[in-house]
Nanobody
Framework: QVHLVESGGGLVQAGGSLRLSCAAS????????MGWYRQAPGKQRELVAS???????NFADSVKDRFTISRDNAKNTVYLRMTSLKPEDSAVYYC????????????WGQGTQVTVSS
């Protein structure tokens, strides 16, 4: 079981930056992969970025070159640094953790709102 708490969302003007944090209740070294997803009103939840426990990263095409994902194992925290924000980045951002045993177990945070004004 993993409890995830996101923070860092808020209102920002287009072109601005935000850093989201996702604090996990257990060592993230033991978590196979963690990711940030987002869901805008009326749209499906989509993957924004992910990082695995070997630091391989993956990004949605829409955020490449603008967002970075990183992890601090000592703090059991994963970060999403968002720059050059656009109004279309507005959404609720969710942190997720994936632990592979005999199946893939996924855990989700409660979400944090990001609103980018034009």
């Amino acid at each position: 079981q993993v409890h995830l708490v996101e923070s860092g969302g808020g209102l920002v003007q287009a072109g601005g930056s935000l850093r989201l944090s996702c604090a996990a209740s257990k060592s993230i070294i033991s978590i196979n992969a963690m990711g940030w997803y987002r869901q805008a009103p009326g749209k499906q939840r989509e993957l924004v970025a992910s990082i695995d426990n070997t630091d391989n990263t993956n990004f949605a095409d829409s955020v490449k070159d603008r967002f970075t994902i990183s992890r601090d194992n000592a703090k059991n925290t994963v970060y999403l640094r968002m720059t050059s924000l656009k109004p279309e980045d507005s959404a609720v951002y969710y942190c997720a953790a994936f632990i592979v045993t005999s199946t893939v177990n996924d855990y989700w945070g409660q979400g944090t709102q990001v609103t980018v004004s034009s």
